[in-house]
C-alpha cells in the first residue's frame, strides 16, 4: 500500500491540476463538457506513469460519448470516468463514475430532476458515484447519494469536499470501486484503451440490462393503476 506521504502527494497534484483548470475556465465562455475535456487530458499528462517516491502510479481517465451511436452519458449519467492505478505487487486498481455541473446559485425544478435522475442512473453502477460542482476556486464533489437521498436541495448546499480527499481515500481502499478498476496487467502491456473500451463495454451491457428492468417495472405499475 501507498505510505500516507505518497497518498498526500498524488492527491494532491490531482487536486492541483482540476482546481486550476476549472478556475481559469469559470467566467470564461467554456462549457462544461469542455473543462471536463481539459480536465481528463491533463490528469493523464500529469499522471501517466508518475514515480511518486519510487512508486508507479497512473491515472487513466475517459469521457462517455454523449453523442451519436455509442452515447453512454445519457443513459448512464456518467461524464467521466477516473481510474488510479498502483502497480506494486500490493498495489491496487479502482474507479470512479462523475456527473460535472457549474456552481449555481439557483437551479430549475427542471434541472433538479435532471440531476437527479443522473445520479440515480449512476448510483445503478456504483455507489463511488459524485456530482462535481466546477466553481470559481475549483471542484467542490457531492455524492451522488446525498443528491438522490436529498431532492428538494440543490447540491451546493450538500457536505461537499476536495477532490484530494476523494483520492486520498480511494489510495487508502476506503473509497473508489474495485469493480471498475482498469485490469493492470492490461495497462502495463501498453493495452490501456484496450482495457479502457472493456470498462465502456460493461456500463453498455449494464446500462441495456437496467433499461429493460425498468422498461418491465414500468409497466407492471400502469397495469397496476
Request: with cysteine.
Amino acid at each position: 500500500m501507498l505510505t500516507r506521504r505518497q497518498r498526500d502527494m498524488v492527491a494532491a497534484i490531482l487536486r492541483s491540476v482540476i482546481d486550476e483548470v476549472v478556475s481559469e475556465h469559470f467566467e470564461a465562455a467554456t462549457q462544461e463538457h469542455q473543462v471536463t475535456s481539459r480536465i481528463a487530458a491533463l490528469l493523464e499528462k500529469e499522471l501517466r506513469n508518475k514515480a511518486v517516491l519510487n512508486r508507479r502510479v497512473r491515472v487513466v481517465t475517459q469521457e462517455l460519448p454523449d453523442k451519436g451511436r455509442g452515447s453512454l452519458e445519457k443513459p448512464t449519467g456518467i461524464d467521466l470516468y477516473i481510474g488510479i492505478m498502483d502497480f506494486a505487487e500490493d498495489g491496487f486498481s479502482k474507479g470512479i463514475f462523475v456527473q460535472a455541473k457549474w456552481r449555481e446559485v439557483y437551479r430549475s425544478p427542471r434541472e433538479m430532476v435532471g440531476l437527479h435522475r443522473q445520479c440515480r442512473r449512476m448510483l445503478r453502477h456504483s455507489d463511488d458515484s459524485y456530482v462535481w460542482l466546477y466553481g470559481p476556486e475549483g471542484v467542490d464533489a457531492v455524492r451522488a447519494t446525498e443528491v438522490v437521498q436529498q431532492p428538494n436541495t440543490r447540491p451546493e448546499q450538500l457536505l461537499s469536499r476536495k477532490t484530494d480527499d476523494i483520492f486520498r481515500r480511494m489510495m487508502e481502499c476506503t473509497e473508489g470501486d474495485p469493480d471498475w478498476g482498469l485490469d493492470r496487467v492490461m495497462v502495463l502491456g501498453d493495452q490501456q484503451r484496450r482495457a479502457m473500451g472493456k470498462i465502456l463495454e460493461e456500463l453498455r451491457i449494464r446500462t441495456a440490462i437496467g433499461v429493460i428492468i425498468d422498461g418491465r417495472y414500468e409497466m407492471e405499475m400502469r397495469e397496476l393503476e
